[in-house]
C-alpha cells in the first residue's frame, strides 16, 4: 500500500510539475512579448538593425502627430514567404518608432484587398503594384506618411532590395513630415547632370537622390548675385563660369555661404570631344582665384594614382587581353576616409576615377582637414599620360609609390579675403530680348566668421557608373557622401548617422595576396621575355635597314641573312612564351576561383553531414552503452 501511494504521489507530482513548467512558459513567453516587443540584439558587423541615436533623437524632437500607413497586401504574404519575413521585420520597425515618439507617431497597417476602398487609396498615392494573379488582382507594400498640415511622403514601395537602408528611410520620411521646410540648394552643373529634355538624357542618380532631400535650383553660369534663399551651393566641373559669376560666388562664401565643389583634372564623364570622341571635352576645371583666396590649390594636371586603391579592370595589351589594376581609379575604404568627421565617420565604401590632389598654400589662413586621402603607396601621372588611354600594364610599369598620402577631398574652416579686392567684375552685356542681370552684391573684402566650404578634386563620382548598380541598387556610398556634406554644411545632422550603414567593403584579402604573389611571379618573367623580345625586334629593324633601302634581299649578306631567320625565328619563340606566361597566369587565378566557389558552395552542407554523422554514432554509442548497463543490470539481478 506504501510502495502504491509513494508511485502514486511520484506521479501526481510529475503531471503537477509538467503543469507548473507549461504555465511558466507561457508566462515568461506573455512577459517577455508584452515588456521587451521591440527589444532585439543586433549581431550584424555593423549593426545595421539597431535603431540608432540619430532615430531616437529625431523621433524624440517630434512635437506634432505624424501617421504612418502601411500598405500591406495579404495576399502578397501568402504569395511570397520571404515578402513575410521582411513585413515583419519592416511593422517591428514602425511600432518601434511610435513607441519611442511617445505615441506622436501613429502607425496603422492596412490590407488594400483587391476592389476595396483601401485598394482605391493606395492607387490614388500612385504606390508600386505587383502581379498577385492571372486575373489581374494587385498587391501593394508601400508607405505612406502624413502630418497635421496634410503634407505628404510616400514610399512607394518598401523593397527587399533597401532593407539595410530601412531605418534610414523611415527616419528620412518622419524627419520630412516634422520639419516641412526644405533646405534650397543652388547647382552649377557643369556636367549636365540635371539631363535634357531637348535630347531624351535623363537627370543622373546623383540628382534625383539630391531631390529627395533637398529642392534643386539650377543656377545659370552667367549669374551676378546668388539668391538669399539659397541654404547652399553646389559647384560641379565649373569649366564655364564667368568673372561676374565667380564674384557672387566669391561674395556668398564671404558672407557666410556654405559651399560644396567639385573640380577635376581629368572629368573622363564631361561629354566628348567632337573632334576626337575618346577624349573629354572639357577635360579639367578649376575655381581660380577663389581657391587661392581660400588656402588651397588643386595641383594643375595631375592624377592621383594608387595600386593600394586600384580598381581591377579589363584591358588591351597589344593584342592580349588583360585583367588588371588600374592606378587611376581607386576603390576608397574605410582607410582612405576621415574617422574622425561627421561626412565620413558612417562610410565605408566610396569610388572616384582619375581624382586630382589638394595642397594648402603656404600663406593660408584656414585649416585644411582631408576627408578622403588616398595610401602612401600612390603617385601623381601627368594627365596627357591618362587621356593616352595607355593599357593597364603600362600604367602600372610607370608606377613608383611616393610615400605620401593624396589628399582628394577636404574641409576647408577659417577667415579669407576676397578674391576680387578692386570690386565686381563688369557684368556680362545682354542680349536684345533680354533684361539686364541684377546688381552684383556689394563688396565685402573679409569673410563674416569662417567660411565654410568641401572640396573634391574628382567629378566623375557623381556619374550613375559609380553610384548605380545594373540591379538599379546603390552600388557606392558616393551619394551618401555628398548628402552628408551637405547637411553638415547647412547645419542638417541628424540623419548623417544613419547613412552609409548599407554598403561595406570586404575584399577577399588572401585571395588579393594569393592573386598578387602569382602576379608578381609571371609579371617579372614577363618583363624579362618582353625586355629581349623588344631587343630582338630592334636587332631586326637593323638587319633588314639594308633591304628596306635596296628593295631586294641580295642586298644582305649571307651572314645577315641567316642571322634574320634567327632572329625571326626567336620572335615567334618569343611571343609563344609570352602567351604561355599570360595564360598561365590566367589558369592559376581561375584554378584559385574554382577553388573558392567549390568551398563556398559545399563547405556548408559538407560540414552539416560532418556533424549528423557524429550525432548519429554519438546516440549509437550512447544506446549500446544503456543497453550493456540494462543487460549487466538484469544479470546481476
Known sequence: MWDKLQQLNRSTLATIAVIVAVVLFLSVNLIASLAFETARIDLTENQIYKVSDSTRAVLESVDQPINLRLYLSSGLIAEEPNARVYADRVTEMLRTYEQLSGGLVQFEQIDPVPFSTAEDRAIGYNLFSLNLSRAGEQGYFGLVGTNTVDQLEVIRLVSPAREAYLEYDLTRMVARLASPTEPKIGVFDGLSLFGSVALGRFPAAMIERLGDDFELEQMATDVTIIPDDIDALVIIHPHNLTPSALYA?????????????????????????????????????????????????????????????????????????????????????????????????????????????????????????????????????????????????????????????????????????????????????????????????????????????????????????????????????????????????????????????????????????????????????????????????????????????????????????????????????????????????????????????????LAVPVIVVIIGVGVFVWRDVRLAHYLRGRQATAGGA
Open 249 to 601: 560666388i566669391d561674395q556668398y562664401v564671404i558672407r557666410g555661404g556654405p559651399v560644396l565643389v567639385f573640380l577635376d583634372v581629368v572629368a573622363e564623364h564631361s561629354p566628348p570631344s567632337p573632334t576626337n570622341r575618346a577624349l573629354p571635352q572639357f577635360p579639367d576645371s578649376t575655381l581660380e582665384p577663389l581657391l587661392t583666396a581660400w588656402g588651397v590649390t588643386m595641383l594643375p594636371e595631375l592624377v592621383v594614382g594608387d595600386m593600394d586603391m586600384a580598381l581591377e579592370v579589363r584591358g588591351e595589351a597589344g593584342d592580349q587581353i588583360v585583367i588588371a589594376e588600374y592606378p587611376p581609379w581607386l576603390i576608397v575604404d574605410q582607410d582612405n576616409l576621415n574617422r574622425d568627421d561627421v561626412i565620413t565617420a558612417q562610410l565605408s565604401l566610396m569610388r572616384i576615377s582619375s581624382a586630382g590632389t589638394l595642397q594648402r598654400l603656404a600663406n593660408a589662413t584656414t585649416v585644411i582637414t582631408p576627408l578622403i586621402q588616398t595610401t602612401p603607396e600612390s603617385m601623381l601621372y601627368e594627365q596627357a599620360t591618362i587621356m593616352r588611354r595607355f593599357d593597364p600594364t603600362t600604367l602600372i610599369t610607370m608606377f613608383e609609390p611616393s610615400g605620401t598620402r593624396q589628399v582628394v577631398a577636404a574641409r576647408i574652416v577659417g577667415p579669407v579675403e576676397t578674391a576680387f579686392p578692386e570690386g565686381a567684375p563688369p557684368p556680362p552685356e545682354p542680349r536684345e530680348d533680354e533684361e539686364a542681370p541684377p546688381e552684383p552684391p556689394e563688396l565685402i573684402t573679409q569673410s563674416v566668421g569662417s567660411i565654410a566650404v568641401v572640396i573634391v578634386a574628382d567629378t566623375d563620382m557623381l556619374a550613375n557608373d559609380h553610384n548605380v548598380a545594373e540591379s538599379g541598387g546603390q552600388s557606392t556610398q558616393n551619394s551618401d557622401f555628398v548628402v552628408n556634406a551637405l547637411d553638415s554644411l547647412i547645419g542638417g545632422t541628424k540623419l548623417i548617422g544613419l547613412r552609409g550603414l548599407g554598403l561595406v567593403f570586404r575584399p577577399f584579402t588572401r585571395v588579393d595576396e594569393f592573386e598578387a604573389a602569382a602576379e608578381q611571379v609571371y609579371f617579372d618573367t614577363e618583363q624579362r621575355l618582353q625586355a629581349e623580345l623588344d631587343e630582338v625586334e630592334e636587332r631586326l629593324t637593323e638587319l633588314r635597314a639594308p633591304i628596306d633601302a635596296e628593295g631586294q634581299l641580295g642586298a644582305l649578306t649571307r651572314q645577315q641573312q641567316e642571322a634574320i631567320t634567327e632572329f625571326n625565328q626567336r620572335s615567334i619563340e618569343l611571343r609563344q612564351e609570352l602567351r604561355d606566361v599570360r595564360g598561365a597566369l590566367r589558369q592559376e587565378i581561375d584554378s584559385l576561383d574554382i577553388w573558392l566557389k567549390l568551398i563556398n558552395i
